[in-house]
């Protein structure tokens, strides 16, 4: 731990609040502060609960304000430690610690979705916030957001509003909310656009004050309207994911919930730009409510070429494209995964954040299925004109891939597609 050395004479303010900055990434360890008027008991608050093995804190730096009223207010000696507890770990940066006065207005929005995945326990994965639906997948979304008063006395009247750009528009009056207590707002669903875009859906508070720090009284979220792809990512390369043992196979993707009948044409992926090339690969459709993750239909093969690699913050998607479509019931999950089958590796992309239990991925190494928190960029594709509809044109004729590729069965199949 690190601790100040002389204490703190806080009897002249009774109401305080500690800000720092700070980063950390998470893996076997746990962050504390701990807090003392005597320099020999301490109570102990933990910080960064939220992070699961390989998260980071939202941004480098974060900065992180914990109300200390109770634990320091007015105190005439106070001593805070930054408190550091585990065997194996990436690093926690702490800089800038001051301790403020608190406002007697600070509201933020601190928590907000698309759906109420997040605060219930759910039979299917109906209420995943998935960031792209397909028209054909729109149903009414749960939004909902959470209120924390960082301010010194009860703040009141507190009107909270969740609009998007598609004309929806709901407030509530949340009433009175004590010092470092949250409350939740859960607003009536809101189904998006069947126009293909994307819809902003901004969360905001606002109380009977003037409040002191009004850029966290709003925050924004982003859902997408497609054709035809269905995805849990947040549509831009940011990392990677893959069995971390050289060389070794594993598959990995995420959770679909089919809300109506319909044909499940294809399976895409993005692969980070350090990938080995030559690798043939595939894709599968399993089921996750079996214990191993039954197969239920598996693409054709793919062998990865060095222009199929996405870059940093792109969203370039391999087809893996299924020899017979898949019919999906309406009601039931899936989960759908690339497949790698070893010999060198192959890094799939990742992109935004899953809940528990939501992405997994398989890894030969230990013969083990986990789940992960980094989004893996793999899509459920429903356009029956998969690996034609993104080439070009040429006099008016688009001319797909064969497959399945290797034509080792006999015989092969080639799409093709009109302009007019």
Not at 4 to 27: G, K
Not at 38 to 61: C, H, K, R
Not at 102 to 107: G, Q
Not at 224 to 243: E, H, I, P, R, W
């Amino acid at each position: 731990y690190i601790q100040n050395v002389t204490p703190i004479d806080l009897s002249a303010h009774p109401a305080v609040v500690l800000q720092f900055e700070q980063y950390y990434r998470a893996f076997l360890g746990h962050t504390y502060l701990q807090v003392s008027t005597n320099g020999t008991s301490w109570t102990t608050i933990q910080l960064n609960s939220q992070l699961e093995p390989g998260d980071f804190v939202a941004s480098n730096p974060t900065v992180t304000r914990v109300t200390l009223s109770a634990q320091a207010g007015g105190q005439s000696q106070v001593y805070i430690r930054f408190l550091y507890g585990g065997n194996c770990d990436y690093a926690w940066m702490v800089d800038d610690v001051q301790i403020l006065d608190t406002p007697d207005n600070d509201l933020t929005v601190v928590d907000q979705h698309t759906t109420a995945w997040a605060d219930f326990n759910t039979v299917t994965f109906d209420s995943l916030g998935y960031t792209i639906y397909p028209i054909s997948e729109l149903r009414p979304l749960g939004l909902n957001m959470k209120v924390l008063n960082n301010g010194g006395p009860t703040a009141t009247n507190l009107p909270a509003h969740i609009t998007t750009t598609d004309g929806y528009d709901q407030s509530s009056n949340l009433g009175s909310l004590a010092p470092s207590d949250t409350v939740p707002f859960y607003a009536p669903g809101y189904t998006p656009s069947s126009t293909v875009g994307s819809y902003n859906i901004q969360y905001s508070v606002s109380d009977d004050g003037t409040d002191a720090r009004p850029v966290d009284n709003v925050t924004n979220l982003v859902v997408k309207v497609s054709n035809f792809v269905y995805a849990l990512d947040a549509d831009s390369l940011t990392g990677y994911d893959y069995d971390t043992a050289a060389g070794a196979a594993y598959k990995l993707g995420n959770v679909f919930y089919a809300n109506v009948d319909e044909t499940l044409y294809g399976i895409s992926v993005a692969f980070a730009p350090n990938s080995a090339v030559n690798a043939e690969m595939n894709a599968q459709l399993l089921d996750p409510n079996t214990t191993n993750f039954d197969p239920i239909s598996e693409t054709g093969y793919h062998t990865l070429a060095t222009a199929d690699l996405a870059t940093a913050g792109g969203d370039q998607m391999v087809d893996f494209i299924f020899d017979t479509p898949v019919q999906l019931t309406a009601g039931t999950d899936y989960l759908a995964v690339v497949q790698h089958f070893g010999g060198v590796d192959v890094l799939t992309g990742t992109s935004g954040k899953s809940p528990k239990q939501t992405s997994f991925i398989y890894r030969s190494s230990t013969s083990t299925w986990y789940y992960t928190t980094n989004t893996p960029m793999v899509r459920m594709n429903f356009n029956s004109n998969i690996g034609i509809a993104e080439k070009d044109f040429h006099n008016g004729i688009g001319l797909g891939q064969n497959y399945p590729n290797p034509a080792n069965t006999g015989s092969t199949r080639i799409d093709f597609s009109l302009e007019q």
